[in-house]
T-cell receptor, first 110, second 114 residues
């Protein structure tokens, strides 16, 4: 079945450092969504990418969708303690169910 | 607008019992999806309901079932509980469902099976 792999599983950074998480699929995705889950909380939608090569920015967060629509990345510039949490990507083929990656847990040393 | 609500928030059950979890979506949302979240397996899709019909289903045994009512509220049932069913069960509502609409997650129900 469809699988979405996400790396790394864990990332610890110093506050102010950059952070990147990668999402890879063996099949072409129709779209990809990114969610953030704070410790003890529930996933919250961040963004959706649909077009090949699409790049979207939200303040210090930059989201990219690969040209082949098989991979995506989330980059955070100059992390802050409020960025702590687990970041999930979720992709789908066509209008099928969303398949979530395993998530990347980000911890930050203030 | 009120968010997605789930009841109960915490539940402790014994192996072999059954359990019913409830989810009330955001007003106007017609799709409800259910996920199981465990530390080892991440977010696993259980099923999606749209307009009272199951539209998509994940790879879970038949012990896991669900339904949706005419007001879009949804319930999930797990019969013959096993220790491995201990997890956080999240429901998510979206406007039209499928994979192209953002999902709004509820706070989850933490199920512990002893």
């Amino acid at each position: 079945g469809q699988q979405v792999m996400q790396i790394p599983q864990y990332q610890h950074v110093q506050e102010g450092e950059d952070f990147t998480t990668y999402c890879n699929s063996s099949t072409t995705l129709s779209n990809i969504q990114w969610y953030k889950q704070r410790p003890g909380g529930h996933p919250v939608f961040l963004i959706q990418l649909v077009k090949s090569g699409e790049v979207k920015k939200q303040k210090r967060l930059t989201f990219q969708f690969g040209e082949a629509k098989k991979n995506s990345s989330l980059h955070i510039t100059a992390t802050q303690t409020t960025d702590v949490g687990t970041y999930f990507c979720a992709g789908s083929q066509g209008a099928q169910k969303l398949v979530f990656g395993q998530g990347t847990r980000l911890t930050i040393n203030p | 607008k009120a968010g997605v609500t789930q009841t109960p928030r915490y539940l402790i059950k014994t192996r072999g019992q059954q359990v019913t979890l409830s989810c009330s979506p955001i007003s106007g949302h017609r799709s409800v999806s259910w996920y199981q979240q465990t530390p080892g397996q991440g977010l696993q899709f259980l099923f999606e309901y749209f307009s009272e019909t199951q539209r998509n289903k994940g790879n879970f045994p038949g012990r896991f079932s669900g339904r949706q009512f005419s007001n879009s509220r949804s319930e999930m049932n797990v019969s013959t509980l096993e220790l491995g069913d201990s997890a956080l069960y999240l429901c998510a509502s979206s406007l039209e469902g499928g994979s192209t609409y953002e999902q709004y997650f509820g706070p989850g129900t933490r199920l512990t099976v002893t």
